[in-house]
């Protein structure tokens, strides 16, 4: 399956379980990779026909914008289900990334790898 991808995409979210952490918003970088079909998209050249990933990254953003999760496990299941439902992608594949969260590291999150088949409702 051919695959659609948005890599870095830093966003600005209130996400953390300690008091200072619900007083600033942090950096967050997403890459996510989502599972699409592009012959179509190929042999039409039409916009229409693709999976639009400006669409997608404008949807994100949005919705992380807004989001005051406590965990980035949690954060990273809402964002990938609303992909799934909202961009009609038969999987997904999501890296959240929360730099500087640890002292030493270049940065902490999750990845994981969602299906619409098997999303959890």
Same mark, same amino acid.
């Given at each position: %399956?051919?695959?659609?991808? @948005? /890599?870095?995409? +830093?966003?600005?979210?209130?996400?953390?379980?300690?008091?200072?952490?619900?007083?600033?918003?942090?950096?967050?970088?997403?890459? =996510? +990779? %989502?599972?699409?079909?592009?012959? @179509?998209?190929?042999?039409?050249?039409?916009? /229409?026909?693709?999976?639009?990933?400006?669409?997608?990254?404008?949807?994100?953003? /949005?919705?992380?914008?807004?989001?005051?999760?406590?965990?980035?496990?949690?954060?990273?299941?809402?964002?990938?289900? =609303? @992909?799934?439902? +909202?961009?009609?992608?038969?999987?997904?594949?999501?890296?959240?990334?929360?730099?500087?969260?640890?002292?030493?590291?270049?940065?902490?999150?999750? =990845?994981?790898?969602?299906?619409?088949?098997?999303?959890?409702?």
């Amino acid at each position: %399956m051919d695959k659609v991808f @948005i /890599e870095g995409l +830093e966003i600005e979210a209130l996400i953390g379980i300690y008091d200072w952490e619900r007083r600033i918003r942090q950096a967050l970088v997403f890459d =996510i +990779e %989502m599972s699409f079909d592009n012959r @179509i998209p190929a042999a039409s050249d039409a916009i /229409e026909d693709t999976l639009n990933y400006k669409a997608v990254s404008k949807r994100v953003i /949005e919705f992380v914008s807004g989001s005051g999760f406590g965990l980035v496990e949690t954060l990273a299941e809402k964002v990938a289900a =609303i @992909i799934l439902d +909202e961009f009609a992608v038969s999987h997904v594949r999501l890296k959240l990334s929360k730099p500087g969260a640890v002292r030493g590291a270049r940065a902490v999150g999750v =990845i994981i790898e969602r299906s619409a088949a098997t999303l959890a409702r």
